[in-house]
């Protein structure tokens, strides 16, 4: 996935994300770490096992259940307006949070699956007719 400064990171289930910037020789990882979206103010998002984590370039930030965040974090997407989404569960159940740029929103989804499926995420474009 390429971050907006143009740097990659490559990321494989079970290993430790890998940044590349070209410009330069060195790269940087982070065990443990998996690599998922920038937000428009050049904050790096990742999930961990049980975090989000945030490295705003000069602070790391975690997010846990306390602040709001589901118990299994599997996926961060950013959507065209600039808002930040998590997917996963929450106690075996399927659950979406929201950030509003200091605390999560947690919302389940009991009707869905015991969990919401990474590759399941998009942004919907709505089409108007007429």
Known sequence: MEASDGAVWIAYAGH???RLD???DRWTTYENLHFQCDTSDGAQWFVTPHD???NTGTAWIRYGVEDGVMDLPLALMTTRAGELWAVGSHDSTA???RF???RWSLQTHPNLS????PRA???ATTEKNG
């Not at 015991?114 to 499926?117: E, K, L, Q, R």
């Open 16 to 18: 430790e994300a890998v």
């Open 22 to 24: 070209y410009r330069t």
């Open 52 to 54: 989000i984590v945030c």
């Open 95 to 97: 659950a979406t949070a």
């Open 100 to 102: 509003d740029g200091q």
């Open 114 to 117: 015991w969990t919401i499926h």
């Open 121 to 123: 995420v998009y942004e």
